[in-house]
């Protein structure tokens, strides 16, 4: 399985919806919570080029936030994205 990780904050329902639909998958993810870490956020903001959470990267690709994670999933390429 791809390394997943997820840039969240505590009390962003969008996030806990991303986390949702990948835990229902059985994906193993890295999360990094930015709510308190204004460096980690700078990260975030370097490596997605958006302030916004949740972020999402899929190996090496930014796969943007909870809407872009759920289109894929719907159209049947968040699978292929996360297979080794």
Same mark, same amino acid.
């Given at each position: 399985?791809a390394?997943?990780? *997820? %840039?969240t904050?505590?009390?962003c329902? %969008?996030?806990?919806? =991303?986390k949702?639909l990948? @835990?229902?998958k059985d994906?193993a %993810?890295s999360?990094i919570?930015?709510?308190?870490d204004?460096?980690?956020?700078? @990260?975030?903001?370097? #490596? =997605?080029g958006?302030?916004?959470v949740?972020? *999402?990267? *899929? $190996?090496?690709?930014h796969?943007g936030?909870c809407d872009? #994670? %759920? =289109?894929?999933?719907? @159209?049947?390429?968040?699978d $292929?994205?996360? =297979?080794?």
């Amino acid at each position: 399985m791809a390394d997943v990780t *997820i %840039y969240t904050t505590l009390l962003c329902p %969008y996030c806990h919806s =991303a986390k949702r639909l990948l @835990k229902g998958k059985d994906v193993a %993810y890295s999360e990094i919570d930015v709510t308190f870490d204004p460096s980690g956020r700078r @990260k975030m903001m370097e #490596l =997605a080029g958006r302030s916004s959470v949740p972020q *999402i990267f *899929i $190996g090496e690709d930014h796969v943007g936030g909870c809407d872009e #994670l %759920y =289109a894929l999933e719907s @159209k049947g390429e968040l699978d $292929g994205m996360l =297979a080794p």
